[in-house]
């Protein structure tokens, strides 16, 4: 691997959508990246965007002092702390990005604290629209010297960073985030879909709406794909938050919280998975919802 022409050094482990856009956002704010991916077409992607493109997970790690991963299943996460568990590196802070059960996150945790690794629960709260313009917020938890330590490269791609306090709080705190984004993303195709069937222009009820005291940053984000009927921009796919609704649905049900209205969404995402939009982004219940309400309109308004 060539050498970095900064002391800004920064790794990036998983380069989809969120992982891709930290990429892009931490290079234009003057970090050097080295990131690696399984996909050779993410890999490809990124380095024509200016990331210096590793081998492999333990060749990021070599690199960087700081790494953050933002993987897609936890068997990912396991696989990524071992290889570099085993790896006889110099201590590393890592930055876990994704949503996973804590459980999951404290696994790995405790493979990479025994190698001499700090590893922190950093999941982060935004959409991957969101996440282009460096619209995110990061929910921090672990090692405060850690944290600290990493704040000005979380600058790099988010706007706001909370210490949230003890390794697992950073979860905890997205679970919340997701729980009313879950929430708002059907009521916000609830809506649509009433609008729609009371006559109403689909640009109108955006236009409403979004000025209106029923707006929500969830509806903001979503209702255009909504009016467009076109959910292949995709900020987060229907099967990838089918993963985030069974971790918060799980930790729900293991601290005995009641969530009506969040289990009230889940049939709807459920056939959202069911009517092939598997890989369109989650405002695609819209669609769902207006097959149930016999609205019929073209697949791009």
Not at 221 to 237: E, F, H, I, Q, S
């Amino acid at each position: 691997m060539r050498a970095a022409k900064t002391r800004k050094v920064v790794g990036v482990i998983g380069l989809g959508i969120m992982g891709g856009s930290f990429t892009r956002n931490l290079v234009k704010s003057g970090w050097h990246v080295v990131g690696f991916d399984i996909d050779a077409a993410r890999r490809k992607e990124l380095g024509k965007a200016g990331a210096e493109i590793a081998r492999s997970a333990r060749e990021v790690a070599v690199a960087a002092p700081v790494v953050i991963t933002s993987l897609p299943k936890p068997e990912a996460l396991m696989a990524v702390a071992k290889e570099i568990a085993t790896a006889g590196l110099p201590p590393r802070i890592f930055a876990e990005c994704s949503t996973f059960t804590i459980e999951d996150k404290e696994k790995a945790e405790r493979i990479l604290a025994k190698a001499g690794h700090t590893m922190l629960d950093c999941p982060v709260s935004g959409t991957g629209s969101q996440a282009r313009t460096g619209d995110l917020v990061i929910y921090a938890s672990g090692d405060r010297k850690a944290i600290a330590r990493i704040k000005p490269v979380f600058a790099g791609f988010s706007r706001k960073t909370y210490d949230t306090g003890t390794f697992g709080n950073g979860s905890r705190m997205k679970y919340v985030a997701n729980l009313l984004v879950a929430i708002n993303n059907v009521a916000s195709a609830e809506a649509m879909v009433m609008g729609m069937k009371a006559g109403l222009d689909p640009k109108t009820i955006l236009e409403m709406i979004s000025n209106g005291a029923g707006n929500s940053r969830v509806f903001e984000l979503r209702a255009p794909m909504m009016v467009k009927n076109d959910y292949t921009d995709v900020t987060m796919k229907c099967s990838v938050w089918q993963k985030d609704m069974d971790v918060i649905g799980a930790f729900a049900r293991k601290i005995k919280v009641p969530t009506p209205l969040f289990s009230a969404t889940l049939p709807v995402y459920a056939a959202a998975l069911r009517q092939g939009h598997a890989n369109d982004d989650t405002a695609a219940v819209c669609s769902v919802l207006e097959r149930q309400a016999g609205v019929r309109r073209r697949r791009k308004s």
